[in-house]
């Protein structure tokens, strides 16, 4: 079964700084997807950014990126010139390539932007 | 752009009793997933279906049900409710089971059960 496991349960940033957020998973799978989720206070799902396992490229969102590191299974989430719209819990999913089609999620981590 | 459409947004129940949430996906959308989202806890996988029928199963309680319909919309049936219960469920739909199919969430029913 995969798991991901996401060890900052809180983070800060000062506005207009810049924050990275981590992320690892196991799987055995070679092909799968990944995810960084934003539940504001309205505990609404956004999606940030995704990332397919195949695709050596960083994905690339505005302000938001990622730090795919396979060999390594990690994720990161970096996010450029904070907002104090960015404050909200993230969340860290892994999603197969086929077969079953469900996000397994990291245990989320809390972002509070200092203005 | 519509969205996925969850009713009702908030219920309160008492123990032992019955609900009935529901799930209407984005139009054109024939999967749809449900996930529950303990106080302080991620979202853990349910069910989900596609084209009517159970496409995966996740750690549902067996007093729980659910069946997609013919409109595509999805009802999650929850019989002798248990504190354990109260939490946010999630339901989310997406055009088919790939996996690059972004799965789309609703606003959530926040169920409390006393």
């Known amino acids: 079964a995969q798991t991901v496991t996401q060890s900052q349960p809180e983070m800060s940033v000062q506005e207009a700084e810049t924050v990275t957020l981590s992320c690892t998973y196991d799987?055995?799978?070679?092909?799968?997807?990944l995810f960084w989720y934003k539940q504001p206070p309205s505990r609404q799902m956004i999606l940030v950014i995704r990332?397919?396992?195949?695709?050596?490229q960083n994905a690339t969102e505005n302000r938001f990126s990622v730090n795919f590191q396979k060999a390594a299974k990690s994720f990161s989430l970096k996010i450029s010139d904070s907002q104090l719209g960015d404050a909200a819990m993230y969340f860290c999913?892994?999603?197969?390539?086929?077969?079953?089609?469900?996000?397994?999620f990291g245990q989320g981590t809390r972002l509070t932007i200092n203005p | 752009a519509a969205g996925v459409i969850q009713s009702p947004r908030h219920l309160i129940k008492e123990k032992r009793e019955t609900a009935t949430l529901k799930c209407y996906p984005i139009?054109?959308?024939?999967?749809v997933y449900w996930y529950q989202q303990g106080p302080g806890q991620d979202p853990q996988f349910l069910i989900s279906?596609?084209?009517?029928?159970?496409?995966d199963k996740g750690s549902i309680p067996d007093r729980f049900s659910a069946q997609q319909f013919s409109d595509y919309h999805s009802e999650l049936n929850m019989s002798s409710l248990e504190l354990g219960d109260s939490a946010l469920y999630f339901c989310?739909?997406?055009?088919?089971?790939?996996?690059?199919?972004?799965?789309?969430f609703g606003p959530g029913t926040r169920l409390t059960v006393l």
């Open positions: 989310a739909s997406s055009s088919g089971l790939a996996g690059y199919n972004e799965q789309f």
């Open positions: 799987t055995s799978e070679s092909d799968y997807y």
């Open positions: 990332q397919e396992a195949y695709k050596q």
């Open positions: 999913a892994y999603r197969r390539y086929e077969g079953a089609q469900k996000l397994v």
């Open positions: 139009p054109r959308h024939d999967t």
């Open positions: 279906f596609y084209e009517k029928m159970q496409s």
